[in-house]
């Protein structure tokens, strides 16, 4: 599974983007699927997940309530709303996906990530 995150850029603080990661190959259906970030200087977190069909979600308590995460199995494609951002979501966000069941962790396939940029 290849991925491509996009989406990424400068919006001030309370503003909103929505990321999206887009994915090769016909098993993508079958993938769980995460977005984690690294802020400059941190380590990467998670942020959210989603199951194959879509019909379970997790989210990190920092973003809850404020981001959504969703995918669309036709497109092969993978989405984060994001709203009401705070300059710590400021980030390289990435994206990732796992054959099987819904995860926080042990990701197998990684997107090349998109800057997030949340100005005061």
């Known amino acids: 599974v290849q991925l491509q995150a996009s989406g990424g850029g400068l919006v001030q603080a309370g503003g909103s983007l929505r990321l999206s990661c887009s994915a090769s190959?016909?098993?993508?259906?079958?993938?769980?699927m995460g977005w984690f970030r690294q802020a400059p200087g941190k380590e990467r977190e998670f942020v959210a997940a989603i199951s194959p069909s879509g019909g379970s979600q997790y989210y990190a308590d920092s973003v809850k309530g404020r981001f959504t995460i969703s995918r669309d199995n036709a497109k092969n494609t993978m989405y984060l709303q994001m709203n009401s951002l705070k300059p710590e979501d400021t980030a390289v966000y990435y994206c990732?996906?796992?054959?099987?069941?819904?995860?926080?962790?042990?990701?197998?396939?990684w997107g090349q990530g998109t800057e997030v940029t949340v100005s005061s």
């Open positions: 990732a996906a796992s054959q099987g069941a819904v995860r926080t962790t042990a990701y197998e396939y």
């Open positions: 190959g016909r098993t993508f259906s079958r993938h769980a």
